[in-house]
């Protein structure tokens, strides 16, 4: 605990230190902000909290009027929610893919054993042309770096869209399943991008106490996606029944996808640009880094806070770039070799983001129709919609629970109890599937997990991985993790139709092992990001606090 007296004072939030001005009585409650961090005295924190402040009004001066200014959340809000809309590409995607590939006009179309009677699928073509769409998403993921740092978040947006429309023609006018497989990549692609720039754009756009809050939105939005495209299913099954010849079975949803797409690219022209990447690329570009945040806060471009907010952004882009004079410093600040522990944050973001997806979610939102069928289930279009629904919900009620309690504390409750509803649901369908009270008791299950992914692991990977990374490295150390995810999201959507005929319903064990394994991780290796900082994560990294319990990584 040594270290812990040598790390040096960080500095507030502007916003914060404006609250602390006008309300004073509330400076206790900000000094503890660090509290579960810094395992420090009291009156310890209070000094350095002071310091912090007369070190910080000496580089941006805090006029009065900045503290009575009044802003508003309202359009900040709203430009999240337009940034988000991107995410019902994805959530729409995940709510039809698993259904269509089970419609009988689709089997009877595209299916490739055709030595049986019906024809039917693989269950390796099965697994491909369902995860093949992750790999795409790693493909985006992996190009987002080079098209954000040239082009910028919001054209980057904007050619997820375009791509999205391109990957849904192709798929509707395939003739065969390796076209809808190709079509399906394209369409993933989109997805690979959407997942990094979304959360980056309004992680850049929010204030550090009020970025769990907005980038939420975006797991709102997939949710909602989920929900529509569960509805579309459903509705395309009843209005053009089992048919065998009808196309309109697979391609209604298809379509409607393209008008999502549509919608995107259109609304992406009202959201404003990323501050910190117009300074990153030209300092020419105040005005319009000033504009940005004007619009977010609904204040006049000359209003002391909106100065105070691009000061501190340009403070910080161009400490980066004197860092980057060197090559020493170019070294030192790659995820390789960077300072304090890059390598490190990047595994940690790389593991977590795999995890979410081996905590089983996928076998439900994939596999739901197929699952439900087997268990004597008459319309298993109909089970979509409740597990759609219960995630929206619960997507909603997450809001509130990231606002108020711990990233960490989340994570582990959320843990503890996937892994008791996944066990249950897996001893259910292998024990009473047959069974009416067993198959009810099944769907029952399967929605509280989904509820409580919904408010923990759902939600919380994207924010923490969006947390946990300084400019610098940002986009790059992203756009890693989300390949990793999709890379994962590969694996489990492509074995769980092999795994499934061979192990039928014991498959679920292999997650539950997953998701203990999560606990581990996260008791191991995360640390706390609500509320913090950048250059206070910084300060926990480089002070050799985590991983809290691992010796090994700690230097000798």
């Known amino acids: 605990m040594s270290n812990l007296r040598n790390v040096q004072p960080v500095p507030l939030s502007i916003e914060r230190r404006a609250r602390l001005h006008q309300y004073p009585h509330i400076s206790m409650e900000t000094s503890g902000q660090y509290s579960n961090t810094f395992p420090i005295k009291a009156h310890h924190r209070r000094e350095k909290m002071e310091n912090n402040g007369e070190k910080y009004q000496s580089e941006v001066p805090l006029s009065d009027n900045a503290t009575k200014t009044t802003h508003s959340y309202i359009p900040l809000t709203l430009y999240s929610i337009g940034i988000s809309l991107a995410g019902l590409i994805f959530g729409y995607d995940i709510g039809t893919i698993g259904a269509i590939i089970d419609m009988p006009a689709f089997i009877s179309r595209f299916g490739d054993n055709i030595e049986v009677t019906p024809i039917e699928f693989y269950p390796m073509t099965k ?60 369409y993933g692609v989109s997805c690979g991008i959407i997942c990094v720039v979304c959360p980056m754009l309004i992680s850049d756009l929010s204030p550090t106490n009020k970025r769990g809050l907005f980038i939420s939105i975006m ?19 009843i209005q053009f029944g ?10 209604y949803p298809v379509l409607q996808e ?80 960077g300072q304090p522990k890059y390598l490190l944050r990047t595994f940690t973001g790389i593991v977590l983001s795999c995890l979410q997806q081996f905590t089983g979610i996928n076998y439900f939102f994939f596999f739901s129709v197929a699952i439900f069928r087997t268990v004597g289930i008459s319309n298993p279009y109909v089970v979509p919609i409740f597990l759609s629904s219960v995630n929206v919900i619960f997507s909603l009620f997450s ?51 989904i509820a409580v992914f919904a408010t923990t692991w759902g939600p ?39 795994l499934s005929k061979i192990l039928g319903f014991a498959l679920g064990y292999i997650f539950c092992a997953f998701i203990i394994l999560g606990i581990a991780f996260i008791y191991f290796f995360l640390p706390e990001t609500r509320h913090v900082e950048i250059s206070a994560l910084d300060a926990i990294y480089d002070a050799d606090i985590y991983p809290r319990r691992l010796g090994c990584f700690r230097p000798k």
């Not at 089992?242 to 697979?250: F, G, V």
């Not at 880094?289 to 501190?312: G, T």
């Open 399 to 449: 809001v509130l629970l990231i606002v108020r309690y711990q990233r960490l504390t989340l994570l582990k409750l959320g843990s503890y109890l996937l892994s008791i509803t996944m066990f249950i649901f897996t001893t259910l369908g292998i024990t009473s599937s047959k069974s009416n009270v067993g198959a009810i008791l099944m769907i029952v299950t399967s929605c509280i997990f």
């Open 219 to 237: 797991q709102l939005n997939i949710t909602s996606g989920i929900l529509i495209g569960a509805f579309t299913m459903l509705l395309s099954n």
């Open 242 to 251: 089992d048919n065998l010849t009808n196309h309109w079975q697979y391609n």
């Open 258 to 337: 393209i008008i999502f797409g549509i919608i995107i690219c259109a609304v992406i022209f009202f959201i404003p640009e990323s501050p910190t990447w117009l300074l990153s690329k030209n300092r020419h570009n105040l005005d319009k880094a000033i504009r940005s945040i004007a619009r977010c806060y609904q204040l006049n471009e000359s209003d002391p806070v909106v100065r105070i907010q691009v000061e501190k952004i340009s403070a910080l882009v161009n400490s980066e770039e004197s860092e980057l004079d060197s090559l020493l410093e170019k070294l030192n600040n790659s995820l390789l070799k």
């Open 460 to 498: 919380l990977v994207s924010i923490i991985v969006s947390e946990l990374y300084p400019p610098s490295v940002k986009v790059k150390a992203m756009g890693i993790c989300g390949c990793a995810g999709w890379i994962s999201t590969f694996l489990v959507s492509f074995m769980i139709p092999i």
């Open 127 to 186: 697994g491909v042309l369902i995860g093949i769409g992750s790999l795409g998403g790693c493909i985006g993921g992996f190009i987002t770096s080079t098209l954000v740092q040239f082009w910028g978040p919001r054209k980057a947006l904007f050619l997820s869209g375009l791509i999205s429309i391109l990957g849904d023609i192709v798929i509707f006018f395939s003739l065969n399943w390796w076209q809808i497989a190709i079509g399906r990549t394209i």
